[in-house]
């Protein structure tokens, strides 16, 4: 039978013409295959109407995946106690033939996918399947990927529909001729908190050929919502084959002297700064998580894939985050996730506020001091909670940037990571290469809740995006070395580190510091202020950060400071050098130069411990 005539037979008519209005073959037959296979009750598709959103925000409160609170439009979702992260460990991807990626969980397409279809056997049965269109970028634009999404949890389609922007229209206007992403997820067998159950079950495979991904038996948005990270997967690859990037960064204009706008984007782990310096006052924000960089030209040119944060609501305090704070207080559409509910209103830790003593939380009814199965003291919400919530709802969102079909002119890339003592807190590249191969290529960042596993593990975690790499580190890192060479000007590159540490553990820098950082950056894309050059790059002269945290942040920025964190820790830095020359030596298919720019760095490095000793003051570096 022919798939449109199975369609009919499936879907009630209403949700028939739906699907039928839309000209594509393809997608039919995948829509028919999957809802014979998945045999859902009852199947709704979601158009871009308001009305279609509104029975998606309706059902997840129908089916108890989401609780009213207090505030209009707020809610409240919980995933399994021990559904909190990204699931590293069950994330694969699939290789014909059983191919291995260094550094990357690889499984056998043919296993994989029977593995998976069977878990997905029948799984929808008693449930209901949504048929949700989006898009990835702006609408219409060079960026634009369309995507669909069967999912029998309301409260991810919920999500995505504040994520994302809608993409039936766009389907209809395709037709045949869209090339689009397909996500099937099932948060399986639900316990009577309506949290997935079956976690020892719980699989992401990620079907590079089929441009597919499968999600079963969780509901964590990391291993979840299709438009996310496991879209992110797919653009990888695209990425890569098409010569432009695709990226684990923030999107943010910084504003400069006179009206000036320049783009920065920002590629930190999971967990590490993101989110906090997108949203930063003075600033304005595009984006947070994930950003498409196109040549455009000779000009790279970025782009939002998303239009929504999917953020961590931990530590968000009036001080330190008082726009974020701002929005979570207004009745604006939100879902909070993991946190502490007491009498319809959330709490978190680390807000700034009192908490109460006990309420209802991931662990179920809560009380100070609870413990779980492992005798862990559970805290009021968990390390990873979050809320979702989309850009349009936030003063200093940037809109214009977020919409613009032809994306905006990238001024600098940044890298960063949680780094207790090597990098200094801000430095900028001598060059595209240096930047790309000791910055991006060479990030390590501590582990954090953000996925399973032990916290605070220096891990190597280039460009911020391991987690996620879909093809060999060889011929992602090959592709950005040549995006630069394709560019008229390319972007200036840095570094920064937020998470420097004095002997006692304490901070060297305080959260709002970055405000600073990021103004010099700003200038320093203009040549608008002088560096110093040491071994690893360019940093800020004491001057003007001195007169910039006067600006910014009405703050003394001492000399003792100063020093302190932009001292040049030469047997750190080299010994970073060891450990990463070590890591692509191992691998095969490394661009030779990746090598040539490390050696350089050493032989640097190795020349001012000569003359100056192992840790060297930035004013002797001002002064040589
Ligand atoms: N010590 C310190 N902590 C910071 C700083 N900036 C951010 N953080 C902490 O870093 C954590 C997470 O930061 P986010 O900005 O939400 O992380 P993200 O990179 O957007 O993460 P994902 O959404 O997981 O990709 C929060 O717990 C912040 O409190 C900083 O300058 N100093
Ligand atoms: O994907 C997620 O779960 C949230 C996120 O941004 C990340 O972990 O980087
Ligand atoms: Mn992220």
Redesign the pocket.
Known sequence: MEPLERLEKLLDKEQFEKIKAIDSPELHAFLADWIEWLEPDKVFVCTDSEEDEQYVRWKALYYGEEKMLETPNHTVHYDNYYDQARDKANTAILLPGGKKLPYINTKDRDEGLKEIRELMRGVMKGKELFICFFVLGPKNSIFTIPAVQLTDSAYVAHSEFILYRKGYEEFKRLGRQAKFFRFVHSAGELDERKTSKNLDKRRIYIDLEDETVYSVNTQYGGNTIGLKKLAFRLTIKRAVEEGWLSE?MFLMRVNGPHGRKTYFTGA??????????AMIPWENIVG??LTFILPVNGVARGANVEKGV???I??VNPEDDPIIWQVLHSPVEIIFSNVLVKDGKPYWNDMGVPIPDEGENHSGKWWRGKKDKEGNEIPPSHKNARFTVSLEHFPNADLEALENPCGVEIGGMIFGGRDADTWPPVREAFDWEHGVITMGASLESETTA?TLGKEGVRAFNPMAILDFMSVHLGDYLRNYLEFGRKLRKSPKIFAVN??LRDEKGN?L?H?L??AVWLKWMELRVHGDVDAIETPIGYIPKYEDLKRLFKEVLNKEYTREAYERQFTIRVPELLAKIDRIEEIYRKLDNVPEELFQVLEEERKRLLEAREKYGDYISPFIFEGA
Request: charged residues 25%; glycine residues 12%; contains cysteine.
């Open positions: 684990h930190y782990p999971s967990m590490c700064g993101k989110t906090s310096t947070d998580d999917f953020g961590i931990q530590g953000a937020y998470f901070w820098n959260k510091d970055k």
